[in-house]
């Protein structure tokens, strides 16, 4: 499909190559079937009207429509194999299977602290875990609780509760560790409240109706998990480019199991380049929640939307808020970043003498497990500073001279290992290096050390930034470019191919290679740090990881070296709309200053460490 973008103006004409997005369709929201297990606490022995007044009857009432809960107690029963009315006999537990729940909520352990009973408890454990077992395979893949059973206020019908509260209860809790469950604590919920126990061992409607809040509070926090929430966000025309002052319009809306669902609340904030904030809320109907802005000013909107259940935001299985992360621009061919320093290219002069001053020497070239088509070596290479580059160089174990391109590769932020990536060098040289010059393959506790003590936020310090001698991305990319000298000086490189490459400090590293070697000749560099240290400056939104600008720092900006690169070099870009580690204003920057031919993804509701599913992209070239 092919589309001229508007909003470029001089910059020249964009050409849309590829749009891909969601597949969702509009559907009634399935329901959630909730299965309570267990025994006649459960069932509701001694209510008026158990259909109305059991736990899992009231349950039922507080989740609402988007639930279907089921009780499958049965008075008298025990979880023991061994007990006097094992629940495994019980036709009730095949009905529970039947009914393929979503989420099983498992209470017992009253009738099995009788005497008689208790006398098997040694298989207690065994027999749990076996319960648990044929739930969790069954096809719904349930998600599983495990309750503390209620407190027993007497010794009624032979029913302990010392052993309830001393020895059950810790078998219950190790059962959910090893098997990775959550636990719902009733013991606790109901201690004290012996006015809930007409005959001291069975709740009455009120105890119910507590238990039943208490399971519904678990079964609301474990919904988005097990429905697979998220938000898909998109705008009401394929590009993101907009003209001056024309409406943009996201609408963002509620999915489960790839399908579009209503409920629940959406709290929207925009913010922009231009400096308006403007925030809302809405019910998601299936149509979704619409969001109208727009800017006069060349940059970016962006709108952050969360989730919502009342006063509660909606967790996702990470704990994590659900969200949606996006924007549109106007302009972004237009933008530029501050003035570059009038002696960029004489320091760098300077620096590269620095470099050549030590020779180009390998001092340790160890060579480490691949496999029987490449050869792996963990490198050190002398380099200025007196820190060396270090990183696993991969390749051909049958290389001839001439024969292969090069790659040298870079990571993200972070004190740690080069990454040893055997697959990358099967048909190349492929060097990774680490950004400090440290060992590789070390233990955690080695670079736990490092990243707490030297290098503890590294390359932030205000300090150190306010000269270009003391940054720490001087030395940074002097190990780089010596890392492209050394791949340079390998008898199989062709002498022609020459690649740098990474995402986020890796990126910002591949736009400096490129600009500082210019035999390199494919730039990929993924949602690059840093381009435009002075966005903030210049009015950007620039979220948290910003590095505060200082004059110094203009002889690091990615988007400064990115315009010497080699105007034959293949360049190729990242930016995610809603990435405010890396701002899409910036990385436009970086792809603005570079002359010759270029591509970029945008990619929509894409965070630094996000991508929402199925989301609208598309590659810009130039």
């Keep these: 499909m092919m589309k001229q973008l508007a909003g470029f103006g001089r910059q020249g004409i964009f050409t849309l190559l590829f749009f891909v997005g969601p597949i969702c369709l509009s559907a009634k929201e399935t329901v959630l079937k909730v299965a309570c297990v267990g025994d006649s606490i459960t069932e509701g022995s001694g209510l008026k009207n158990k259909v109305l007044e059991s736990y899992p009857a009231q349950l039922g009432k507080i989740l609402g429509e988007r639930f279907e809960v089921g009780n499958f107690g049965h008075s008298g029963r025990t979880l023991l194999k061994d007990g006097d009315a094992p629940y495994w006999q019980s036709e009730l537990l095949k009905k529970a299977w039947l009914f393929w729940p979503d989420i099983v909520v498992i209470k017992f352990g009253t009738n099995d602290s009788k005497s008689w009973n208790w006398k098997y408890g040694k298989h207690f454990e065994r027999d749990y875990t076996a319960l648990i077992k044929t739930f969790s395979m069954l096809p719904s893949s349930p998600k599983i609780f495990l309750c503390r059973p209620v407190p027993a206020f007497s010794g009624r019908f032979g029913i302990s509760n010392e052993v309830i509260s001393k020895e059950q209860i810790p078998m219950i809790d190790k059962i959910a560790a090893e098997q990775g469950l959550e636990v719902i604590d009733l013991n606790e919920a109901l201690r004290g409240k012996a006015e809930f126990f007409p005959d001291e061992i069975h709740p009455n409607v009120d105890g119910a109706k507590l238990m039943a809040e208490v399971v519904s509070g678990a079964c609301l926090k474990a919904e988005p998990t097990v429905r697979n929430y998220h938000l898909f966000g998109n705008l009401d025309q394929e590009s993101p480019i907009y003209e001056p002052g024309e409406k943009m319009t996201f609408t963002i809306k509620l999915i489960s199991d790839k399908k579009v669902v209503s409920g629940l609340i959406l709290k929207w904030k925009r913010t922009g380049d231009d400096g308006l904030e403007e925030s809302g809320e809405s019910h998601l109907v299936r149509e979704g929640c619409e969001i109208v802005s727009s800017t006069k000013k060349p940059g970016f909107v962006r709108i952050c939307a969360t989730l919502w259940r009342g006063n509660e935001p909606v967790k996702g299985p990470d704990g994590k808020n659900i969200f949606f992360d996006g924007g549109a621009c106007v302009a972004p061919g237009t933008l530029r970043g501050l003035p570059e320093p009038e002696d960029f290219d004489e320091f760098w002069a300077e620096q590269r003498k620095v470099l050549a001053a030590v020779p180009l020497k390998v001092l340790e070239m160890k060579e480490v497990p691949g496999d029987d088509k490449v050869v792996v070596y963990d490198m050190k290479i002398a380099c200025a500073g007196g820190i060396p580059v270090s990183g696993y160089l991969v390749m051909p174990i049958d290389a001839t001279e001439k024969s292969l ?104 590293q591949s736009l400096a290679a490129a ?107 130039k």
């Design 405 to 508: 391109t090069a790659e040298v590769a870079f990571q993200g932020y972070g004190v740690k290992s080069a990454r040893k990536n055997i697959d990358s060098g099967r048909d190349k040289i492929f060097f990774v290096i680490n950004a400090h010059g440290i060992e590789n393959g070390q233990p955690a506790e080695y670079y736990q050390k490092l990243a707490k003590g030297k290098y503890r936020a590294y390359g932030f310090s205000d300090e150190k930034n306010s000269k270009r001698q003391t940054s720490f991305f001087r030395w940074m990319y002097l190990r780089e470019l010596r890392a492209l000298e050394y791949v340079k000086s390998l008898p199989a490189w062709n002498g022609k191919d020459l690649g740098a490459t990474g995402g986020s400090q890796g990126g910002m």
């Design 515 to 621: 600009g500082l070697d210019t035999d390199v000749t494919y730039c990929y560099a993924r949602s690059p740090w840093g381009c435009n240290f002075g966005g903030r400056e210049q009015g950007r939104i620039v979220g948290n990881w910003d590095v505060k600008n200082t004059p110094a720092l203009g002889y690091f900006d990615p988007i400064n070296f990115v315009k010497r690169a080699n105007p034959s070099c293949k360049l190729h870009l990242v930016t995610n709309l809603g990435d405010y580690v890396c701002p899409p204003s910036g990385v436009w920057v970086a792809f603005n200053n570079f002359a010759g031919p270029k591509s970029m993804t945008v990619k929509q509701g894409c965070t630094h460490d996000y991508e929402m599913p199925n989301f609208p992209s598309m590659v810009i070239e």
